[in-house]
């Protein structure tokens, strides 16, 4: 048998830690892979981990309140087979998602302090609080937000403004600082509404499935800026942003384009209930999304500029379909539409080709044809 020490794995947006709500295993058990080990939550969704092992449970590296750096060893497992030696300089095998080689445990939290979220924990770091050293007044001990404000002598916010406003601020405060420009068509959807209505979905999967179509011709749609380059990729990873009680999560559809429409509408449904009520899986939060779709339609919006969410170079957003005087055939004619916005990293696109990637995503929703040709 071999130990190996499974890491917190990087839970998405930017995420520097978080919180074990309840472990799911006990030292000692034995559990297979992919078996739920801990129930964890960020600032935007509680999410059950899997065990990247099938092997047993030597060490829980924390407990429930416990803030864990990404990183950090969170489970040693005891498995299967000798450990590996440890590879010759330049020649580093890389290791699964979340495993890193045995650090030491981590210290025992000292005395003094309740436990808190990570976005009390992050405040706390920003005033210059020791949390450890506050006395917590919320369920259990659990240091809230105004006892460290109390502790830095430090204003309370305004009502309404919470932790988790304030990493959506930070994260779209990043974002804003992209090159971003946005450009916009008016959209005939009388084919998209009788296909979709044929179907029984929503437009929201018909507009993923021809957006795929459309990247298949346009690729850099699907690509970002890295640092000094440029990054293709192959998988299309739709992000697609919920609003929710928790503030705007975006919970990634992945590899859109191996699903059909009635695929893509159970995953949409599957991803908007779990953003609502808190409750992901890893994988739907931990891949960057490699492409975003806002539906600002659905809250009776009819056009805005979205920011580019993070790892994306292009985001889509489509207001609310109502009646409109639209010219037909040398006529004007009351007909369903809707108006299309798409941001995009000036970095990786060009107005000229955002503009033609555009006018192929709207040829594909205004034609009967090119809607029953794409998968189902």
């Known amino acids: 048998m071999a130990e190996r020490v499974f890491a917190m794995p990087d839970l998405g947006e930017g995420l520097e830690e978080g919180e074990i709500v309840a472990w799911l295993v006990a030292e000692g058990d034995e559990v297979a892979l992919n078996h739920p080990i801990v129930e964890v939550e960020t600032a935007k969704a509680t999410v059950e981990i899997p065990s990247p092992f099938a092997g047993r449970v030597v060490t829980l590296h924390g407990a429930a309140g416990d803030a864990i750096p990404v990183g950090a060893p969170l489970v040693t497992f005891a498995v299967e087979g000798p450990a590996k030696p440890a590879p010759e300089r ?49 369920p259990g001990g659990r240091v809230t937000e105004a006892d460290v404000r109390r502790a830095a002598g430090a204003a309370a916010p305004a009502p309404g403004i919470d932790p988790i406003r304030r990493e959506i601020a930070a994260t779209l405060s990043r974002q804003a600082a992209i090159p971003q420009v946005t450009t916009f068509r008016t959209v005939d959807c009388t084919e998209l509404q009788i296909f979709r209505k044929e179907l029984g979905v929503s ?17 850099l749609t699907n690509a970002r800026w890295a640092e ?4 293709t990729r192959g998988m299309i990873n739709v992000g697609i942003a919920a609003d929710t009680e928790r503030g705007l999560v975006v919970p990634v559809l992945r590899d859109a ?24 899986a890893l994988e739907d939060i931990a891949p960057v999304a490699t492409i975003a779709v806002s539906n600002t339609g659905s809250y009776g919006s009819e056009a805005g500029t979205p920011l580019l969410s993070p790892g994306t170079g292009v985001t889509l957003a ?8 639209l010219v037909v055939d040398g006529r004007v004619e009351a007909r369903p539409a809707a108006t299309f916005s798409l ?24 034609s009967a044809e090119r809607l029953q040709d794409l998968p189902g």
Do not use: M, W, Y
């Not at 179509?213 to 690729?219: D, G, M, V």
């Not at 941001?343 to 205004?366: K, M, P, S």
């Open 90 to 138: 330049g020649d580093a095998e890389p290791e699964p998602a979340g495993v890193r080689p045995a650090p030491p445990a981590i210290a025992p939290r000292p005395t003094g302090g309740g436990t808190a979220t990570p976005p009390v924990r992050k405040l706390a770091k920003e005033l210059g609080v020791d949390i450890r050293t506050v006395e917590g007044s919320g």
């Open 203 to 219: 437009p929201l999967p018909v507009l993923l499935a021809a957006l795929c179509r459309t990247i298949e011709r346009h690729p």
């Open 228 to 231: 000094d380059r440029l990054e």
């Open 257 to 280: 384009a191996g699903k059909g429409i009635a695929a893509l509408a159970s995953e949409i449904k599957r991803l908007a209930e779990g953003a609502r009520a808190g409750k992901l």
């Open 318 to 325: 489509f207001g609310v379909i109502n009646d409109r005087a």
């Open 343 to 366: 941001t995009f990293d000036h970095r990786v696109l060009d107005g000229a080709a955002a503009g033609r990637a555009l006018t192929d995503l709207v040829a594909i929703l205004q």
